[in-house]
């Protein structure tokens, strides 16, 4: 079945230029009879209108090459609806494609060029939830606090940093978390208010988080909810604490220290106004309002995605 395509490409985007190896993914998947046009941003916000712009036009499929700010930006182009968005993974985090376990597009031999041609061409498309946080849609997490100060210390980043890897992410971590003090917080979820002294705020959508964690073990993209999670304590041994319960493995779901709620509306109010992310990108400072529209994305899912992330079957397969 052919597929009108719209292939947008951040440029800037992970720790090297990927223009060639995505123009040969454009002619393999032009060889299965899709229809793709590659276009390029050129400054933050592109992705948003280019995804928007091809909804309205009815293409059948947005494809994005970038990494997880620029996926955010076509999830704000295109859901509501009927465009399918997909990813090509060529970011320097790329947290969406390591959670449903796809290729990652080499710069050098062997490319992988075939086996994400191949992802492509059989996947399903699912109807996910996507989250909202002061107004703009999330499809991974957002979160006040800790991490979110970590995002405004790293970005935007040059691309040599990019070629570091996760190396950047661990030092800014140990920086912001050396005088990071954490805040007090009012979090009114659905009818229920926690005060509390924390150090960040999570709202996820997945189970991954960051790079090297499973924050929400059970969370489903599709069951109108979102996995909230307000880290408590004060200063750099709770910081600390957190860090190493992720690390070893969902410690953090038995730790007092960490309350769990799923909702589908959340109220946060600061003091003193912390830093807020979604997708891993800076968006301003609390209060925030978090909310969620289920079902407002539909999804281009491989198949090897895990079978655990969605509860409902996919809309169509490809």
């Excluded at 494809?63 to 999830?75: P, S």
């Excluded at 996507?130 to 980043?157: S, T």
């Excluded at 964690?213 to 709770?238: E, V």
Aim: net charge neutral.
């Amino acid at each position: 079945m052919a597929f009108r395509t719209l292939l947008i490409y951040n440029p800037a985007a992970g720790p090297w230029d990927m223009t060639r190896v995505l123009k040969r993914l454009a002619e393999e998947l032009g060889a299965h009879a899709w229809q793709v046009e590659l276009v390029e941003t050129r400054k933050p916000g592109d992705a948003v209108w280019l995804a928007r712009q091809a909804s309205r036009d009815g293409l059948d499929l947005v494809l994005v090459a970038g990494g997880d700010g620029t996926i955010n930006e076509a999830v704000n182009g295109v859901a509501g609806s009927n465009t399918t968005l997909g990813i090509v993974p060529v970011g320097t985090g790329n947290i969406l494609a390591h959670q449903m376990h796809m290729p990652i597009l080499s710069p050098m031999p062997p490319y992988q060029i075939g086996e994400m041609a191949d992802a492509l061409l059989h996947s399903r498309v699912q109807r996910v939830d996507a989250g909202l946080i002061n107004g703009r849609y999330f499809v991974c997490w957002a979160g006040a606090g800790l991490d979110a100060e970590i995002a405004a210390q790293l970005e935007p980043r040059p691309r040599y940093a990019k070629r570091l890897g996760t190396l950047p992410y661990i030092i800014a971590a140990v920086s912001v978390a050396s005088w990071f003090k954490g805040f007090r917080t009012r979090v009114s979820v659905e009818g229920r208010a926690f005060n509390t002294r924390a150090l960040l705020i999570v709202a996820s959508n997945i189970q991954l988080y960051a790079a090297f964690f499973t924050i929400a073990r059970h969370a489903y993209m599709d069951d109108g909810l979102l996995d909230i999670f307000i880290f408590k304590g004060l200063g750099f041994s709770y910081a600390l604490r957190h860090f190493l319960h992720m690390l070893m493995g969902q410690r953090h779901l038995n730790d007092p220290a960490v309350i769990q709620v799923l909702a589908r509306h959340v109220q946060v109010e600061t003091t003193p106004a912390v830093a807020v992310h979604l997708d891993g990108d800076p968006y301003g400072e609390t209060p925030a309002l978090v909310g969620l529209e289920a079902g407002a994305l539909r999804f281009l899912t491989p198949p090897q995605a895990p079978g655990d992330l969605f509860c409902k079957p996919p809309e169509q397969i490809l």
